[in-house]
């Protein structure tokens, strides 16, 4: 029954990075990496299919190994975050504080990905 869910799981993620991956506002990241774990865990075959792909290769091997994001990855994802995060504030325009709020969480994230992950070269 695990095993089942962990692969669902992986499944699930491997489907919406391929869509994130095709549409701008939809990061592919979070969801590559939920499929590793997803087939981790599920199935050992899977798992190594799905490490010895382009799309592992080019999305997620750098950061999980703990070498970085290419500059255009960190990027996409500071742009996808600015996106969403500026419809979430323009939505929130009669609500001052929560504005300010995702204001905050917006340059978080950014100062993450600036300063906290290695940019490796392309």
Known sequence: ??????????????????????????????????????FGRGSQRLHAWFINSALYRHNLEGFLKGRGMTRGAKRRVILTVTVVMGLGIWFMRNIPWAQALLGLIWLGHVVGFVWGVKTVGE
Not at 11 to 19: H, K, P, Q, R, T
């Open 1 to 38: 029954m695990k095993k089942s869910l962990y692969l669902a799981l992986g499944f699930l993620g491997l489907a919406l990075g391929f869509v994130g991956a095709a549409v701008p506002l939809l990061p592919a990241f979070p969801f590559l990496v939920l499929a590793a774990f997803g």
